[in-house]
């Protein structure tokens, strides 16, 4: 896999450099430069989520990994389901939250992992990531324990849901948790200026595991695959798929499946209250405001890392730009929603219901429409309980978390603290 710095097109790299470095010169991201179509999507459909998934891989990544390495890499990453609920006559919920931290991060953390634990044999590395909710949890269970490996975790101080930050602030040993004064876009600076910093780069071996690195982003790609192989044949012509976003790394991979020969017809990205790429797709401006805090606060990002990504495809017309929708969504709407679906007996959390009311607006009568649960409703327990006024079960891992304490440390939203901090940790 040849990838390109959407920044710098001087800088190409490998799949495993760019996994490695994560972001590239002036904080560019990387981008497949050649996304060839896959020979025979409908026999791939046939084949069982996780041989499928690493054929998907394998066309994506190429030679770079030995096939039957892969294999095995798949297998121990996706190690648990997805599920496609049919909710009416002409819409499904995909459900991307049965993995281990109840959310979809849970993919791309656990593959971006064994991708690092493969080219990394030996080496020190250090896992510096921001997370705007489910990230942190899904990167903390996948590195957890793993030799030569250190995670460093920023999250915003207060902004996300007290179940959230338990599954990764509770674990200890090498998994390090800063709670910082800021929000998620501070956390996500931090990050950044960490990645000019050649001297903390070299001491620590720093690698990102935000959703700007590779790794994720193509394992991500799989699960849409999955989707279509479970709707029924006749269905899968005129699919349109609802993608809840703040980072827009999820509606990335969906386009990348779509570039590569998934039928996916028409695409909607739908964000919360932090409109930054609706805005920017109706007038042409790129004009972020302050990130507001909102009930789906995984997505309260207002400067998203992988829109150039998206743009990319955009710009080149790989995708159509006639096929994708990019809407905002009010608090007070998200919470009408809610109460919407909980009537036709489905309990959907705040992302989701986004997902769900993009859809509805933007889909032709005569398709099929796919929105994707991003996160197991308890995850956001306090919210879903208010909106719904009605008791929702925890499940096990959540109330184990949440019955440990959080170990994770105040910092300010200051470059210079972080900096000390981690070589205090980790020199
Ligand atoms: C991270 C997250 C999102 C947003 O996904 P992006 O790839 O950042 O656009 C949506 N819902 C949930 C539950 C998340 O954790």
Redesign the pocket.
Known sequence: MNLVNLKDKQQQVSFTEAVKTGLGRNQGVFFPTDLRKLSDVDALLDLPFVERSTEILAHLIGNELPKDTLADMVQRAFNFPVKLEKVDDKNYCLEL?HGPTL???DFGGRFMAECVGLFNQGERVTILTAT????GAAVAHAFYKKANVDVVILYPEGKISLA?QKLFTTLGENIHCYAVDGSFDDCQALVKQAFLDEELKSKLGLNSAN?INISRLVA?VCYYFEALAQLPKSERDNVHVS???????????AMIGSVIGLPIAKLS?TTNQNDTVPRFVHSGDWAPKATMESL?N??D?SK?N?WPRVQSMLGSEQFSKHDFYSRSVSEQVTEKVMREIAHTGYIA?P??AI?FEGLRHDKGENSIGIF?A??HPA?FKESVENVLGQEIAMPRVLQDALDKSCLAQPLGADYQQLKAAMFEKLL
Request: overall charge neutral; glycine content about 8%.
């Open positions: 939250f959310a979809f991060k705007s909710g489910d990230t959230q959703s991500q993608v809840p976003s703040g980072n827009f790394g999820n509606v990335c991979a990205a789906s995984a997505m990002v998203p992988n959390e992302h989701t997902a994707l991003t996160a995850k």
